[in-house]
């Protein structure tokens, strides 16, 4: 049987590497960027025009789908990937950053996180060991581990302390996860939440740790320690681009990266813009995800090869040309500037679909060209221009 899930590097440009991750559900050219799909879709887009856009892995929300429409109704009806029509690769986050961010009266404890459902305000515990089951239900081919969301700036104490607990939680949810595993496709088992059980969905699913520690090298230095101990198929930073200045986070990357096993996808968590992605991939990184293409996209916010558009800008009443001439995309082949700014005064919702496929593009095509760059040797020379390009103000605003 071929394994689980693999990684192989490829090409090296400084500490840039290229890639293949083989998962589940296919392979992933790395770096690779994953569209978010929070309630089980990528907001504004049908999985066709994922495909279109070249998007080989995409991400859900474990938080959004426990609570609607549930993970035991999304088991049933055969995982996550037969319910949103999306047959290749998925990695889902554990709940904890939408537990923190949007539950209310939220209380974390050594058992987990306790929060109010920003739904209909009822109360819900998340556990390690049910933030396990909950993705054993969804069935994506990377489950992501539970750890706390430490708001910043916060005292080192607090961050030891945070970072101490987040080890704890990896513990518990590697042991929950080696619990359920086993050979068949389909099993059954008591759930971590009394009175219910798990459905394993896909039986061949990888768990990713985090590496969790602020800001500060030696947490950072101590969370990976732990974390590697425990052992998993591949890590992840978190806790950044929650605020920080681009150089504090670029900092953290570019001694957390280097801690983490060679062999493995690196995934930074929640970034970023089309520079930020860059700068981290020229430190090691592997993999992203970020709601910016998608949110931007809906609030009229173009990415374009000439750097950032606001359409709804009344320079664009007559332009005929494409939002951005270097883009093959659909939305660009078919329509102007002026018709998207039309669209998007008029509230009409085909702006929001017409932005997004192109931001999608716009992200898809740059990581095409960051792994291009990296087999040629010439991610500086990538960088520097996405550098100028990115660096400055918006051109139009
Ligand atoms: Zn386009």
């Not at 109704?73 to 290749?88: E, P, S, T, V, Y």
């Not at 987990?112 to 109360?123: P, T, V």
């Not at 896909?202 to 520690?213: C, E, L, M, P, V």
């Not at 813009?273 to 949110?295: H, K, N, Q, Y």
Request: aromatic share 8%; charged share 20%.
């Amino acid at each position: 049987m071929a394994p689980v899930f693999s990684f192989r590097v490829l090409h090296r440009d400084g500490s840039a590497r290229s890639g293949e991750m083989t998962t589940a559900h296919g392979v992933v050219q790395t770096p690779a960027f994953m569209p978010v799909g929070t309630q089980g879709a990528v907001k504004g887009v049908t999985s066709r025009d994922l495909l279109d856009a070249g998007a080989e892995i995409i991400l859900g929300n474990t938080y959004h789908l426990w609570l609607r429409p549930g993970d035991q109704r999304i088991a049933r009806l055969g995982g996550l990937h037969r319910f949103m029509g999306w047959d290749r690769p998925i990695l889902t986050d554990s709940g904890g950053f939408q537990a923190f961010s949007l539950g209310g009266q939220r209380a974390i404890t050594e058992a987990g996180i306790r929060f109010r459902s920003h739904l209909d305000g009822s109360e819900h515990l998340l556990t390690p060991e049910g933030a396990t089951d909950i993705q054993a239900g969804l069935g994506p081919d990377i489950a992501m581990v539970l750890d706390e969301c430490l708001a910043q700036p916060a005292p080192v104490g607090e961050v030891r302390a945070s970072t101490e607990r987040s080890a704890r939680w990896a513990r518990r949810c590697r042991d929950r996860f080696l619990q359920l595993g086993g050979p068949a496709p389909l099993r059954h088992a008591a759930a971590a939440d009394p009175g219910t059980t798990v459905t394993v969905t896909n039986a061949r699913q990888a768990q990713f740790g985090i590496i969790q520690g602020g800001t500060v090298p030696e947490l950072r230095a101590l969370s990976a320690d732990r974390t590697l101990a425990i052992g998993f198929e591949a890590y992840a930073i978190g806790g950044l681009s929650v605020g920080e200045p681009p150089e504090t986070m670029y900092s953290v990357v570019e001694y957390t990266a280097p801690l983490l096993p060679a062999d493995r996808p690196r995934y930074l968590m929640g970034v970023g813009t089309p520079l930020d992605i860059v700068e981290a991939v020229s430190r090691g990184i592997d993999l992203f995800d970020c709601v910016m293409p998608t949110r931007n996209a809906r609030n009229g916010q173009v990415f374009t090869s000439e750097g950032r558009l606001t359409i709804k800008n009344a320079k664009y009443a007559d332009d005929a040309g494409p939002l951005d001439p270097a883009c093959t995309c659909y939305t660009c082949r078919t329509y102007s500037r002026a018709y998207l700014r039309h669209l998007f005064v008029a509230g009409e919702i085909t702006a929001s679909v017409l932005n997004t496929v192109h931001n999608l593009r716009f992200y898809l095509d740059t990581m095409a060209r960051v792994r291009q760059a990296i087999v040629f040797g010439t991610l500086e020379t990538l960088k520097r221009s996405l550098r100028a390009t990115y660096s400055r103000p918006l051109s139009d605003s």
